[in-house]
């Protein structure tokens, strides 16, 4: 039987690595791409001919013509943003309506979903997470306690199973003393969403994709968020509600675990995070502030700045290991090009200790251990060929590999897909 093969593409920090536009540079490589978890929360930020291109739900290999996409049973959707989401790809010219395919048993996000999001927020005063107000973590909710609606459901009896689900969500604002909201217009917009997602090819996924898999197809799952987000491995609870490791992938989209080949996996060459949370390498200082700015670190859907900071390689190397990482590929590398020095957090300090191991929380007395290496001083966003690297990066490049043990295979030196050196070593 002629089996094809399974790859899958996530990132290893707090989200925010850059996963678009990798995805979007390693699809012809492949005739599927499939999304697996999370939901409109996640941007993903494309760049290529002049123009910019925000994903939040659609997989970013809708840009390659001819290739497959698969929104995943993993996958959240809100069916109004999908349909401006879509719609404005459709007006910039990319045809979707063949070649874009939803998951039957991906769960939808409803507008009061996102009222329990507020409601539930604020309910947790000084301990709140810092959710992007989306809805997300309510879906997720109903769906572990069996209470979801489901893509498939607008196929049959919908509006009954709508009305059921919205007076329990009711129930629940009212109990938490959240009353004064009228959803009226963005119900509307909602419902139009519903009509429109008819008119895409609403599918058994798993199916489908183990369909595609038999004919010898190749598939890459692309992933939103990242490790350290993951609802299990992540810094709990400030965390997502899905997860965003590599065994999301199979469960995201069933897909067998024996069927997974290469894992990519994303970092920056420093670090971010959006919202709250613990974050041991974060800087509060000028060097934070100016990477910030040199990397336009601000959330591609809140529109957030992005907290940053030093490289961790305590988390990252966590995140290979859980993930069973094959190669990385490191993003914004051009950001460090003017720093004197660059930093890389090795082992943290608790309670008088150096350890290297991620422990189970890192919320108190974590203090980074860092190494500092002289910067490279060069401008590499024009440059083309692994050769033109200058030796400084370099060293960076084989410090982190050391480190990491797992080789670095593609560096991005710039937001447009052209600005990406393919090494090879």
């Not at 329990?168 to 997602?197: N, P, S």
Request: proline residues 4%; glycine residues 10%.
């Amino acid at each position: 039987m002629n089996t094809g093969k399974v790859d899958v593409l996530l990132g290893l920090q707090w989200g925010d690595e850059g996963k678009g536009k990798v995805v979007d540079v390693l699809t012809p490589q492949y005739d599927v791409i499939a999304r697996f978890q999370g939901g409109p929360n996640a941007g993903h930020t494309l760049e290529f001919e002049g123009e910019k291109y925000v994903l939040r739900s659609i997989p970013s290999g809708i840009f390659q013509g001819g290739k497959v996409n698969v929104i995943g049973n993993g996958v959240v959707l809100a069916p109004d943003l999908f349909m401006d989401e879509a719609r404005d790809l459709e007006r910039s010219g990319h045809e979707l309506k063949t070649r874009l395919h939803i998951s039957k048993k991906a769960h939808l996000i409803m507008p009061t979903h996102r009222l329990l999001d507020a409601a539930i927020e604020a309910s947790k005063g000084k301990n709140r997470v810092g959710t992007t107000g989306k809805g997300i973590g309510p879906t997720y909710t109903d769906k572990i306690s069996r209470n979801g609606l489901r893509v498939g459901d607008i196929l049959d009896n919908f509006e009954e199973k709508y009305q059921a689900h919205k007076a329990r969500h009711e129930k629940t604002l009212q109990a938490l003393g959240f009353t004064d909201y009228d959803i009226t217009d963005v119900e509307r917009k909602w419902m139009e969403g519903i009509e429109y997602m008819k008119q895409f090819p609403i599918v058994d996924s798993e199916h489908e994709i183990n369909h595609f898999l038999r004919e010898g197809k190749s598939v890459l799952c692309e992933g939103a968020q990242g490790t350290m987000l993951d609802v299990d491995f992540g810094s709990y609870p400030f965390v997502t509600s899905s997860n965003t490791i590599c065994a999301g992938a199979c469960t995201g989209l069933g897909v067998g675990p024996n069927k997974i080949g290469h894992v990519f996996g994303i970092m920056k060459a420093y670090c971010t995070r959006v919202g709250a949370g613990p974050f041991p390498t974060e800087l509060f200082d000028e060097t934070g502030k100016r990477i910030r700015d040199l990397g336009h670190e601000y959330g591609a859907v809140t529109g957030r700045e992005r907290r940053c900071g030093w490289i961790d390689l305590v988390a990252l190397r966590y995140a290979i290991m859980v993930n069973g990482v094959t190669e990385l590929i490191m993003m914004k590398s051009d950001v460090l090009d003017e720093f004197d020095t660059i930093k890389a957090c090795v082992a943290y300090r608790q309670n008088g200790l150096e350890i290297k191991d991620f422990p189970y929380s890192i919320e108190e007395g974590i203090e980074p251990v860092y190494v500092e290496m002289p910067g490279w001083k060069t401008d590499m966003t024009k440059m083309t060929s692994e050769e033109q690297l200058p030796q400084a990066f370099e060293d960076y490049i084989h410090f982190l590999e050391e480190q990491l043990e797992t080789p670095i295979r593609i560096i991005s030196i710039g937001p447009d897909r052209a600005q990406t050196i393919i090494r090879k070593s």
